[in-house]
């Protein structure tokens, strides 16, 4: 028997990185090892001195 590459679509979460292959359909409400709500939203990094402009 010989070792076969297969292609199965999943999900990754962008916060954590975890990759699954749903059991249902449709699209999950949250990320199954984190638990993020965003988990198909990238996380928005800003800088200090960006958060600061907003302040002023």
Do not use: D, F
């Amino acid at each position: 028997m010989a070792i076969q590459k297969v292609n199965i679509k999943g999900y990754r979460c962008l916060r954590c990185e975890h990759e699954w292959v749903p059991r249902l359909g449709k699209a999950p409400a949250t990320c199954p090892n984190c638990r993020s709500p965003y988990w198909h939203k990238p996380i928005e990094r800003h800088s200090v001195s960006e958060a600061r402009k907003k302040v002023i």
